[in-house]
Nanobody
Framework: QVQLVGSGGGLVQPGGSLRLSCAASISISGIYVMGWYRQAPGKQRELAATITSGGITNYANSVKGRFTISRDNAKNTVYLQMNSLNPEDTAVYYC???????????WGQGTQVTVSS
């Protein structure tokens, strides 16, 4: 099990940028996959982006070309750089980790991102 603390959310205008951070309580170098999911009001939680221990990334079609996920093993932190934000990106963003394939998911507390003029 790993504890995750997400941060970096806030209010931003359309077209703006934010960088989310997810700090883990253990070394992340061996964690199978980490990622960011988001949940908009009245909608189900959905994947935004993931990154494996080998650095393989995966993005939802809606964020491809605008969001970039990365990991800093030395800081035990995963980042989500979000550019060209639009109101449809408004959601609570949750950090996620799965230590091993087929294992249980650990979740951070969520950080609110609001895109509005």
């Amino acid at each position: 099990q790993v504890q995750l603390v997400g941060s970096g959310g806030g209010l931003v205008q359309p077209g703006g940028s934010l960088r989310l951070s997810c700090a883990a309580s253990i070394s992340i170098s061996g964690i199978y996959v980490m990622g960011w999911y988001r949940q908009a009001p009245g909608k189900q939680r959905e994947l935004a982006a993931t990154i494996t221990s080998g650095g393989i990334t995966n993005y939802a079609n809606s964020v491809k070309g605008r969001f970039t996920i990365s990991r800093d093993n030395a800081k035990n932190t995963v980042y989500l750089q979000m550019n060209s934000l639009n109101p449809e990106d408004t959601a609570v963003y949750y950090c996620n980790a799965r230590l091993v394939p087929g294992g249980l998911d650990d979740w951070g507390q969520g950080t609110q991102v609001t895109v509005s003029s």
